[in-house]
């Protein structure tokens, strides 16, 4: 939508063959929204969104409420993944963009630009846009070595159902009848519940400690019974909630660390979203900080200028590397303040409730392309040296130079 928005023309290549309603509850915040209301999509995506004004954080074993907070200044806009996927791939196919369905990306030519799939189809572009996931098959050509994930260290347990048969439990009934989004905090753990769909579907994802083998998948099933135990001491109305799931997914949060580009040697293949700049799950970001990318890509591919591809790739991941870096730092500072404000204090101790407070209002009130516009002319005059020279400076200071070809 952000190419198409800037005037060019886009074809996708996606690998799975049918998009199905997966995963479970997803932030857009208004740093998003802006944009895709720009693109064209707006009103439909706030109908989706859970419709509380606040969130409270409790205390794990007895709920207490520790601290209370406007919806907006936590994730925005809470909605299934699935239920905003389709209205962004409505706004797609209708603006006419074409979406080739089982294409499976296995190698990139970075030179030409061009992709082969899977039945050995080559396509050639003047830019290939990498927003292939977690798992990127692209990043690892951007980075010329591979880039195991590492265990964050913890782990989440998640489910996703309707949760009409709750509102039969006296316990837990309440958390069912109205909208609603409630984090319980305790040592070293916490659990997110919310509704969607006005009431009827219900959400919980409890992150804990979790150091086991290093497996990303959002498919694997969780063992219902070590659900119990980490509940067990959990406030009883939640726990209820919780002990009548049937089924949950058991999520191993995989961390990765910064990388030094996000563009290929050639200048013509950039990463986007997740496969370079995936966020831990309390960042609430993820999706917002992807759509803030794709249309800072978009708008600088346009400011370059046709056959000025290296300039705006180049341009676009130094405009976007600290901000994004910073939101993905927010999800680490949330859940270790959450993870740790209770340690060591009795019941009767009051907390200050900013401790525990997320701390993501900052990022609303961003508008990626007022800022591309604003910086452009800086940024562009100091990589348009660095394309000349052939040596593009990293996107932090720790990591070595890259070297390229030189481009005149
Ligand atoms: C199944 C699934 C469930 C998720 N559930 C949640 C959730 O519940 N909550 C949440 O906050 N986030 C969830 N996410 C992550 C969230 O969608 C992203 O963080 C965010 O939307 C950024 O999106 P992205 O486009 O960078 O990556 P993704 O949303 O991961 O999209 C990447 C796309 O690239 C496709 N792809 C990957 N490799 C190839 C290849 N080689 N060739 C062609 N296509 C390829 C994938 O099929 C996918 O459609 C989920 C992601 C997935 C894939």
């Known amino acids: 939508m952000a190419m198409h928005y800037q005037g060019f023309e886009v074809s996708i ?5 049918k998009f199905l309603r997966l995963g479970d509850s997803l932030g857009l915040g208004e ?25 409270q954080i409790r205390r794990w074993h007895d709920g207490k409420i520790l601290a209370q907070q406007p919806l907006m200044d936590m994730a925005g806009y809470i909605g299934h993944r699935g239920d905003y996927h389709e209205e962004f791939l409505g706004r797609v196919r209708e603006l006419g963009i074409p979406i080739n369905m089982g294409c499976n990306v296995v190698a990139y030519d970075e030179d030409e630009p061009s992709l082969t ?22 990043r690892e050509l ?36 109205k909208e609603c989004v409630n984090i319980w905090i305790g040592n070293d753990v916490h659990l997110v519940q919310n509704t969607l769909r006005d009431g009827d ?3 919980w994802i409890i992150t804990h400690k979790d150091t086991e083998d290093i497996k990303e998948s959002w498919f694997q099933p969780g063992d219902m019974n070590e659900v119990r135990k980490l509940v067990s001491d ?12 049937k089924e949950c ?5 995989c961390y990765r660390d910064p990388i030094p580009s996000w563009v290929s040697k050639s200048h013509k293949i950039a990463l986007l979203g997740d496969s370079c700049h995936a966020h831990l799950p309390t960042s609430a970001q993820g999706a917002s900080q992807a759509t803030e990318s794709a249309a ?47 340690k060591n204090l009795d019941d009767n101790v009051e907390i200050d409730p900013e401790t525990v407070k997320m701390r993501n209002r900052w990022l609303y009130p961003f508008d990626a392309e007022a800022d591309t516009l604003q910086r452009w002319q800086e940024v562009s005059a100091q990589v348009s040296k660095e394309l000349q020279a052939g040596n593009i400076s990293p996107l932090f200071e720790a990591a070595p130079a890259i070297q390229t070809s030189r481009v005149h």
């Open 13 to 17: 290549y996606e690998k799975v063959h």
């Open 31 to 55: 740093n998003a929204l802006r944009l895709l209301e720009r693109w064209g999509l707006h009103d439909k995506l706030i109908e989706i969104g859970n419709k509380s004004e606040m969130m």
């Open 117 to 138: 799939l899977s039945n050995g189809e080559v396509h050639k572009a003047d830019v290939i846009v990498a927003a292939d996931g977690i798992k990127s098959v692209a």
């Open 142 to 177: 951007v980075l010329g070595f591979e880039d195991k994930p590492k265990s964050s260290g913890y782990a989440c347990f998640r489910a996703y159902f309707k949760g009409a048969y709750l509102k039969e439990d006296p316990l837990c009934r309440e958390f069912v009848e």
């Open 201 to 203: 579907e219900f959400n």
């Open 234 to 245: 959990v406030d009883p109305r939640i726990g209820a909630a919780v002990r009548k799931t």
């Open 249 to 253: 997914l058991d999520w191993k949060i």
């Open 296 to 342: 800072v890509l978009a708008l600088c591919l346009k400011l370059a200028g046709k056959g000025n591809v290296p300039l705006a790739t180049r341009v676009y991941e130094k405009l976007r590397f600290e901000r994004v870096r910073k939101s993905q730092l927010n999800g680490e500072d949330i859940r270790d303040r959450w993870h740790n404000a209770l």
